[in-house]
């Protein structure tokens, strides 16, 4: 758990996990979520049914498409943001200006870009079962991917290490980032 020395209370901490679809945003958010005492909501839930018909039937989304989704999410990060709680949302995130959006209803948000292959994310997706997502929309998906500039709050972490060192890697680089105001972040066992 994440905690405020100067009050000794879970801190509100705001974190999109993003990437392209088998990257594994959806196993890392909870983690960070459970790790930071945070609420997870996993981003893939938020889409309305039309969206989800699209993807099943191998049709990539498109801006249009997505805007209900990210307002949706937007909305969430910003009543979070309000009420002052954490939350770990996942999310593709794909493109600059969906990250400029979810920013522009939560201040402060931070991204946990997760990355790997393409190799490694098409294995991942093929043997994942459940889900509405083919593996035949990984390349458009790597198409649009846009990723994380410099002057965005956000970790790139490659996919190839275990879920619980990714989760590890994002809580140090967290901790990093605010220990000009000495929080802390509690070890986490992978």
Known sequence: MTYNSAMDRPLALRIVVMGVSGCGKSTVGALLAQALGAD?????????????ALMAAGTPLTDA???G?????AGQLGQAAAADLGLVLSCSALKRSYRDQLRESCPGLQ???L????????QRLQARSGHYMPASLLDS?????ESTGADEAAVVIDISL?????????????????SDQRDRIAPITP
């Open 111 to 113: 991204f946990v870009h």
């Open 40 to 52: 997870f909501v996993e981003g893939d839930r938020l889409h309305p049914p039309q969206n989800i």
């Open 141 to 145: 998906q790597l198409a649009t991917l």
């Open 69 to 73: 989704w990210l307002a949706e999410i």
């Open 65 to 67: 498409d997505r805007a």
């Open 162 to 178: 275990p879920a619980g060192q990714i989760c590890a890697t994002a809580l140090a680089a967290l901790r990093d980032r605010r």
């Open 115 to 122: 990355q790997g292959t393409p190799e490694l994310l098409r």
